[in-house]
């Protein structure tokens, strides 16, 4: 199976901060790989597909980049209705694999 | 609008079965692999099973396979669940969610959830 390692696994920042988030699979899974948004409660929603390809109606503040194996997920300008749990996931092999979320809180 | 809603979700006793159903609404499902995805009380999210536009294809995570099986009634607009040989680790919110590449790639959008608790 492709692990997934996320980095970090939680992370406290201000309104208005540039924040990252890393992805390492542990194999070369190409390009194929997306992140999730989940709030509290809720169910995940996709925000990136194919490494860099926003979501319809995903704000342009949500940017991914990467290739391989090492990816990053950005918030540029973190708002308050960004603080929830991240997550990526590669579909270039079955089983489709999550990395263990980072989540994203306001300081 | 796309709209997922699960159900079949309650208290089971280990060793026990469970159905879910998952259904679609606002496009059309058999044009669509669907996939279930499961997350345990306070854990991250795991993949369990997809199942191809038509039915013809399954495939699980070694963690469920051969306990639990994943079907289709594209008449109905429908995906279910079976879930035999409960066991406490399987206790988890279940998602069912779409497929937008084929044969499988990102998953949107998502139903709400139904929550599967495996006690004695």
Request: charge should be positive; charged fraction near 15%; glycine fraction near 10%.
């Amino acid at each position: 199976d492709i692990q997934m390692t996320q980095s970090p696994s939680s992370l406290s920042a201000s309104v208005g901060d540039r924040v990252t988030i890393t992805c390492q699979a542990s194999q070369d899974i190409s390009n194929y790989l997306n992140w999730y948004q989940q709030k509290p409660g809720k169910a995940p929603k996709l925000l990136i597909y194919d490494v860099s390809n926003l979501e319809t109606g995903v704000p342009l503040r949500f940017s991914g980049s990467g290739s391989g194996t090492d990816f990053t997920f950005t918030i540029n300008s973190l708002q308050p209705e960004d603080i929830a749990t991240y997550y990526c996931q590669q579909y270039d092999k079955l089983p489709l694999t999550f990395g263990g979320g980072t989540k994203v809180e306001m300081k | 609008q796309v709209q997922l809603v699960e159900s079949g979700g309650g208290v089971v006793q280990p060793g026990r079965s469970l159905r879910l159903s998952c259904a679609v609404s606002g496009f059309t499902l058999s044009r669509n692999a669907m996939h279930w995805v499961r997350q345990a009380p306070g854990k991250g999210l795991e993949w369990v099973a997809v199942i191809s536009y038509d039915g013809s294809n399954k495939y699980y995570a070694d963690s469920v396979k051969g306990r639990f099986t994943i079907s289709r009634d594209n008449s109905k607009n429908t995906l279910y669940l079976q879930l035999n040989s409960l066991r406490p680790d399987d206790t988890a919110v279940y998602y069912c969610a779409t497929d937008r590449r084929f044969p499988w790639g990102w998953f949107a959008p998502w139903g709400q959830g139904t929550l599967v608790t495996v006690s004695s």
